[in-house]
């Protein structure tokens, strides 16, 4: 069975919720309305043995609307076939269903992704933090989270009396330019921002030039 | 070492069993000598701690080769690797538990300041909640380097006055060490 086979059937059994799916070098995207993501699942895991979910992550497209989405990357080990599922999702109160009682696996996936994005999955077994401490404030993975991070609680530990600070970022993030053949030039503290290093490499080939 | 154990060696008052010497210097001088680690290897630096730990470079030739998993039983917690905000907690309860005298070797550049993780998820610098002797930068450092911090914590060790502090179980402060500056080792 291909993949060619799989799309029309699915796309009949949803009559016209399911747009087509995107094509880009061989991988095909499917974007879901987050209503029936869990039927569509189970519908694909029970009549086309998509048996694995491989993996199952939030993405945070800011400033663009909807803000949210949660990917999913299905396979089907019978019939060697990869199918990438998407789920947008608005900025205020991003919800969807749970996949747990499709695919188990999902569990610790939309843990990560509660904790990363603020995602919240109904019906999940056990929605907790999986990455940072019960009681953290902050989703740190958006996009509109310092990275250096924020002032925060931090129970049951001696770091600075309980308390998370900003680190120090002395100037950074660096960046560095990955084309040139000089390692001076590729060292990232060299450059503070962008667009230091592209003066200096501008005047650098003019110098050559010259 | 040869300048703190002197035993003068007098053949009137010496026989054949007895050395006269200060209690401080034969007590340091065997914690210097058999410091059991507490390997707390976090991340990749406990791959070069393991090496260290192994027959090529055999922190065994300075009585270090007793590798404590339980607490109650190291006095020398290496803290290889970096350490998040979450992880903190554990790495300061294992280090309560472990009983006077005891010290703290940060191996690594993230163990001693973050490293290249300015990030929110991790602590810049173990010394935020633990009292650091020796500080040995790299990324991560060679199994000399550590080898060279342990030395040089075991000549600190060598002069501490451990008779008068038997029996106090005062904390060590935090950023200070052992003696008025905490030893850094160029491990790069």
Redesign the interface.
């Known amino acids: 069975m291909t993949l060619y086979e799989i799309l029309p059937q699915l796309y009949q059994k949803f009559s016209g919720q399911i747009p087509e799916a995107s094509e880009f070098r061989g991988e095909y995207t499917c974007t879901v309305p987050a209503t029936l993501i869990k039927t569509v699942c189970s519908y694909l895991k029970e009549s086309f043995a998509f048996d694995l979910l491989l993996d199952l992550s939030g993405v945070d497209n800011y400033g663009q609307e909807p803000r949210f989405s949660v990917d999913y990357l299905l396979y089907s080990i019978s019939h060697k076939i990869h199918l990438r599922l998407i789920c947008l999702l608005p900025e205020e109160n991003p919800e969807i269903d749970s996949v747990t009682s499709v695919w188990a696996t999902a569990n610790w996936h939309e843990r990560e992704a509660w904790d990363m994005y603020g995602i919240r999955f109904l019906d999940h077994p056990n929605l907790k933090r999986i990455?940072?401490?019960e009681g953290y404030p902050?989703h740190?993975l958006r996009k509109d989270?310092?990275?250096?991070?924020?002032p925060a609680d931090?129970p049951?530990?001696?770091?600075?009396a309980g308390k998370?600070?900003e680190?120090?970022?002395?100037g950074?993030?660096f960046i560095t330019s990955t084309g040139s053949p000089h390692s001076h030039a590729r060292e990232p503290r060299q450059h503070h921002t962008l667009a230091e290093l592209i003066i200096k490499q501008k005047k650098s080939q003019k110098t050559e030039q010259d | 070492m040869s300048q703190i154990i002197q035993t003068g060696f007098d053949p009137k008052v010496e026989g054949r069993d007895i050395i006269v010497t200060r209690l401080d210097a034969a007590i340091d001088w065997v914690r210097a000598n058999s410091c059991w680690p507490m390997p707390m290897g976090l991340a990749c630096c406990a791959i070069e701690l393991m090496a260290t730990g192994a027959s090529r470079f055999d922190i065994s030739r300075f009585g270090a080769e007793v590798m404590r998993f339980s607490p109650r039983q190291a006095d020398l917690m290496i803290v290889a690797g970096t350490c998040v905000y979450k992880m903190s907690g554990v790495v300061k309860r294992v280090w309560d538990q472990m009983t006077n005298p005891k010290w703290c070797i940060a191996m690594g550049a993230c163990a001693s300041t973050g490293g290249m993780y300015r990030s929110y998820a991790v602590v810049q610098g173990i010394d935020q909640f633990l009292p650091v002797d020796v500080y040995i930068s790299g990324c991560p450092p060679r199994p000399e380097a550590l080898l060279e911090g342990f030395m040089a914590l075991q000549r600190r060790i060598a002069q501490d006055k451990s008779l008068s502090d038997l029996g106090t179980n005062q904390p060590k402060p935090l950023n200070s060490g052992l003696a008025p500056s905490p030893i850094i080792i160029n491990g790069e």
């Not at chain 1, 989270?145 to 924020?150: D, E, I, N, V």
């Open positions: 990455l940072m401490w902050y740190p989270f310092p990275l250096a991070g924020l931090l049951d530990t001696a770091v600075d998370v600070n680190s120090p970022m002395h950074g993030p």
